[in-house]
């Protein structure tokens, strides 16, 4: 391990975005049309890179960290920011990790003979060229890149000024990997002001899906401001509903859980509904439970006959996510009026229902309009590594897929492949059209 | 069958859109929980009650073309209006085909124990509401409310001012079918001003994807007035590359039905890449099957070189999509250099390469950016239908799945279902965390 100053980028001299982003499509075709075996050599030489240069990089963090400090930038932004050798290594084991993942691209997802000699495949590929703009979490940068290069494409990474340095030597290392593994250092590109995030929004021509990292506000501003698709969620407005069936033990685990083990996360919840057969009895326990948990909750006209101690639950409460240790609790008076409550404040993020009812909770995973809905369970499970997807790219609340929690396969669209030996379209058509066979063929062959 | 005047719609009183919107949304949420069984008892009841009212439809469209004639509507709009009884009732034939094709929901595509009793399930489901636009062909109505209906949706139609008695009189008899299966008449609406179509643009809280149907004008007006999803393309701009290996038969043969079968398909070439080294030979052998078939050739300066008496072609024709029997020729010096020209002027819909070399043929279909890349045959298969798909929806140039031709699979998504028996995330995180088991489980149990 060498110890030097912080490095810059072999191309640091600013290149107009346009060329910069042509730069990245050309070097992501490469990547594109590279084997597994050629991607994972690139994530291995990286993360080497990474290791070679982590005295260069924990300098350059330091000088982020101090001006911040100088800045007076708020604690949390100021603990993302951190880096330090325990999170560096942990970072790049994470790396070497996705190098293990299945690779997405390649996989023939219909093979089918649409009469003889004439064949369709449809193959995943890869999109080309992601845009990824987060704010202080440095850590961001080398996740990004092991995963766009193992889906075979190109990445123009925007981070926050807070983290100028720290990226900018991160991502000096990954160029030096991937020169290293014989790749466009290209194919990896750092932005760093931010007028170049409005001229990335608008590069629709070379960027094929932005995946914006940060605040709930910055990611309705970046939906708002780009004709690109965006993966991402700009609310996490998650429920728990406590059927008049209901296991209480298991509903006051499952809140505590879902509100207090991580309330700054998405998938916590920010509304308790309950059915008004059990709130009496119900109530004051899963409050109590709660309270002891350290969540501060507010109660709708119906809960606060029950426990009159709480504040009142206004209707900007139902549309509110807290990130915080505050909960909302309401009060219904059927499965019907929990669904429709959902189906109206819900972000279609994730929402849950505790009841032994196995009917009510058919009805409520079938009719609420969510990525993710769930039964005695909690919601936090809703994340791409718990399902198993091996890394999580985001969490997607609009309604086409890719939806929920997604993983590489997020990454790759696919394309239609079709072989013939002249076929020609006439031979199928008018008086005398000879029909199609379409016989699926074996995916694997 | 009785002889009646054109029938309005039982709620012809014009509602406000956002509450016709919330009812045909209610509707679709009856319609998204419904067994197969029923969405085909309700498409064969649409199909009974057009056949029954075949009178007052023929007569509503009628009256469409006697006002067309003396608005004096060009030719080829007349055409695509005009419905006469043969035309009614292959499209009735449509419909019930509609019923055979297989349900595109309720699919399990994941099922995995996370952990003992936690099982995460993703299974396909409806969008919820669909918006379709369209000019003036009212055969279009009938199509797409059965698939809407067949995959579960609710329908907002948008017809073309021409069409306004017959759109009328059609989905009167749609509404009669679904009251007559049990199901919401409101599942189906008809709009038929133009400023309910900008209205219609920004219901994105209600309208989870849009379909529009006519003219690349009209297409791009809509993608670029909405926040919804919109599944189509723009335009059609399709190649022939024929490669120095090529066959020069099968070249013909291809260059000929992929432009002249239906030149006015968004899947018919607009340019012919050919090869500077078989060009002195094939070029004189393809402009003269072409021209045979029709085809008015533009040539740039190498292949007027070869032959004098085309026209020039100029950069403007590259991303120019004729829909007629025009084709623009540029001779290339590699098929790097064809690669090249068909991702900067294509419209990523689809791209043929004629050749015997494999090789090729491997690098021209990994590396050119379109939804459909083709080998020695006609770029006119590229179609749902002859996808084997059943239906087609419409084609995608978008990046993002549903990518190409879409069938019923793209009026779908899907949504994670977790069950579990008071499962918490703290049992597997912290220092004691449990490992999750992701055990993938028999797709069909």
């Given amino acids: ?65 101090d001006a911040a400090q100088r800045d007076q930038l708020a604690k949390p932004l100021y603990e993302r920011l951190k880096l330090d050798g325990v999170k560096l290594r942990g970072a790049i084991a994470g ?64 981070g926050g000024k807070e983290a100028v340095q720290s990226c900018t030597a991160l991502v000096a290392a990954i160029k030096v990997g991937l020169a290293t593994a014989g790749f466009a250092p290209a194919a990896v590109q750092l932005l760093t002001t931010r007028a170049e995030t409005q001229a990335l ?51 006051c685990a499952i809140a505590v859980d879902a509100k207090a083990a991580y309330p700054s996360a998405c998938n916590a919840i920010e509304t308790l509904l309950i ?17 002891a948990a350290g969540v501060a909750l507010r109660g709708d006209a119906l809960s606060r006959q029950i426990l009159p101690a ?29 669904i429709s409550h959902i189906n109206t404040y819900g972000s279609r993020h994730t929402d849950a229902i505790v009841t032994e009812d196995p009917e009510a909770a058919a009805q409520f995973m079938d009719r609420v309009d969510a990525a993710g809905v769930y039964h005695n369970c909690s919601t936090r499970f809703a994340d791409g590594f718990r399902y198993g997807f091996g890394a999580e790219v985001g969490i997607s609340t609009q309604k086409m897929p890719p939806r929920g929690p997604v993983g590489l ?12 030996d002249g076929h020609v379209s006439a031979t199928y058509s008018g008086k005398d059209a000879k029909p199609f066979s379409h016989q699926d063929l074996d995916l694997s062959s």
Same sequence: chains 1, 2.
């Fill in 1 to 65: 391990m060498t110890v030097s100053s912080p490095v810059q980028p072999p191309d640091a001299e600013a290149l107009p975005l346009v060329e910069l982003a042509q730069a990245t499509r050309q070097a992501a075709q490469t990547l594109a049309s590279a084997t597994t075996a050629d991607k994972n050599r690139a994530i291995e030489a990286i993360a080497a890179a990474l290791e070679q240069q982590e005295a260069a990089i924990l300098a350059a963090n330091q000088a982020d960290c």
């Fill in 95 to 158: 790396v070497r990790d996705v190098a293990k993942l299945p690779d997405p691209g390649g996989t023939v997802q219909i093979h089918r003979e649409l009469d003889t000699g004439l064949i369709l495949k449809r193959v995943t590929c890869p999109l080309g060229v992601l845009g990824v703009i987060f704010e202080s979490r440095p850590d961001a940068v080398m996740q990004i890149s092991s995963l766009a290069i193992k889906s075979g494409n190109g990445l123009i990474l925007k």
């Fill in 201 to 251: 929004l608008a590069l629709d021509e070379y960027i094929d899906l932005i995946i914006p990292r940060g605040s709930n506000a910055f990611v309705r501003f970046v939906q708002n401001n780009t004709r690109i698709p965006v993966l991402g969620h700009a609310d996490g407005i998650c429920h728990l509903y406590i059927d008049q069936a209901a296991d209480l033990a298991k509903a």
């Fill in 275 to 291: 059915h008004n057969a059990i709130a009496p009895t119900a109530l004051p326990e899963l409050a109590a439970a709660l309270q």
């Fill in 310 to 338: 709480l504040p009142p639950a206004s209707e900007d409460d139902w549309a509110t996510e807290y990130s915080a240790l505050i909960l909302a609790i309401k009060v219904v008076n059927s499965l019907e009026a929990a």
């Fill in 409 to 420: 396969e997020g990454l790759v669209t696919y394309k239609y492949q079709v072989v013939g």
